[in-house]
């Protein structure tokens, strides 16, 4: 049995829950596979029997590009599949409803999960010796309540089908529908504040006196949106507000207006998290 565990991860702290899964599960008789989706273009999905699709929370749900991702993945024909997320603070019910959006491709829904992260966007904008950045750095990451939960859940399943049942015998409800009732009201709010204070951050990237042109900010960049032009850095209009770049420069060059200057930098739990492990070549596909 063969179990992919596919993700996209900004900062580090989806990379981080995905990998402490297979931890979870590797006394299993199972292969299991963690990808990022920035390793996995469109027909080289690996082959698999189990898929478990983690990704960070924006505005309520997961990314728009991580949706795109999951529509172009292979039919389910009856697959199991599970869905993580991580958050910094509300998910909105991301994890449900794309468990609804891998339904109709023919994927089993089999569970879903929201794991507490230190968020960060806002963490670019509060002080290296703030208690935020003390709490993100203390955090007890080799004790995630959450996933531990569905590690179990993923377990049982595993066992389950290992011993001749199905993916449906272990099958969840999922209560709404997003073609129906939609999100919540709270969630909608949610939304709608998220995008009225991070949409203008997308236009208030640039480097300072600091940046000396290693050009890392151009080959991390999942959205093509950073380029070198004319000796300078640039940066377009297509960025997802991954906050990749500004957490990974390593002369903390990037900025996103003046709120940044001198802030803390988050590299994932342990920050030791390097995007360029993601790429067999300096560019992504997405």
Known sequence: MRLLILYFSGTGNTHYVAWYLARKLEQLPIEITVRSIEQVPDGAVPEFDLLAAGFPVYAADSPPFFQDYLRRLPPGEGKGAFVFS??????????????????????????????????????AFVSKNS?????????????????????RRMAEVVRGMLAGQSARDHQVRISRSTGSAGPSLSTRLWRAAYEHFTTPFKR????DERCNRCLLCVQICPAHNVRLEGGQIRFADRCYLCMRCIHQCPQEAIQIGRGTVGKFRWRGPGGDFNPLQLYGRSDSFL
């Not at 208030?204 to 480097?207: D, E, G, K, V």
């Open 86 to 123: 991580t958050k910094g603070a509300f998910d909105g019910g991301a994890g449900r409803r794309n468990l609804q959006r891998l339904a109709p491709q023919g994927y089993v829904p089999l569970g879903n999960v929201s794991v507490g992260m230190p968020g960060n966007d806002g963490l």
């Open 131 to 151: 208690w935020m950045a003390r709490m993100a750095k203390n955090k007890d990451f080799e004790h995630l309540k959450s996933a531990d939960g569905l590690a």
């Open 204 to 207: 208030r990237f640039y480097t």
